[in-house]
């Protein structure tokens, strides 16, 4: 079984940093890829950070030169630090992580999601 767990998030001013943190636990083989993805009530997922394994990261446009993903692997743990946000980054974070865990294929897992909320 894994578990996927996010801390982090909340309210701030725009400008302002948040640190996003999300722990993969269980009976864990493997972790390829860990990364982040946001949602708008109403609108499509979006990726918005993924690292692989190799430290091989993809960002989204909107996000290049202000998010930084970074993954600890001795703790399977992935964390997304968000500088100079704007109001525009408010939405709910999940974060994710391709597994593979023993006695099952590997498989995306998904933690419970975070509101991040940016205000003007």
């Known amino acids: 079984q894994v578990q996927v767990v996010q801390s982090g998030g909340g309210l701030v001013q725009a400008g302002g940093s948040l640190r996003l943190s999300c722990e993969v636990s269980g009976s864990i083989l493997d972790i390829n890829a860990m990364g982040w993805y946001r949602q708008a009530p109403g609108k499509q997922r979006e990726l918005v950070a993924i690292?692989?394994?190799?430290?091989?990261?993809v960002y989204v446009d909107s996000v290049k030169g202000r998010f930084t993903i970074s993954r600890d692997n001795a703790k399977n743990t992935v964390y997304l630090h968000m500088n100079s946000l704007k109001p525009e980054d408010s939405d709910v974070y999940l974060c994710?992580?391709?597994?593979?865990?023993?006695?099952?294929?590997?498989?995306?897992?998904w933690g419970q999601g975070t509101q991040v909320t940016v205000s003007s």
């Open positions: 690292s692989y394994r190799g430290n091989s990261t």
């Open positions: 994710t992580a391709y597994v593979d865990p023993a006695g099952a294929p590997p498989s995306w897992y």
